[in-house]
């Protein structure tokens, strides 16, 4: 999400900054596009950042033998955290 909202904030930014040619006395709407543009640029990193972060996983083999059978069982775990369980 954050990586979308800095594509967006960027986006917004630089037609600010180099579409619209529109002068106001009490606001510099090129400076408003490029503090934008840095700000999604920031996002963008940060989310890459966090979603790199994020990632984890474990995984479990368990291995035994069934004494009714005598075949050997394989049981295997694969864990992978969510961002969205680690957050409190």
Known sequence: MSIGF???LF???AILA??????LDWIALSTVGYILMAAGVVMILMGAVLMARK???????????DPASGEAVTRRESI???????RV
Do not use: E, L, Y
């Not at 984890?56 to 035994?64: D, L, Y």
């Not at 992978?80 to 680690?86: K, N, Q, R, W, Y």
């Open 6 to 8: 800095g594509i967006f």
């Open 11 to 13: 986006a917004v930014g």
């Open 18 to 23: 180099f579409a619209v040619n529109v002068t």
């Open 55 to 65: 990632r984890s996983s474990v995984t479990t083999q368990h291995t035994h033998v």
């Open 80 to 86: 992978a955290s969510d961002p969205v369980d680690d």
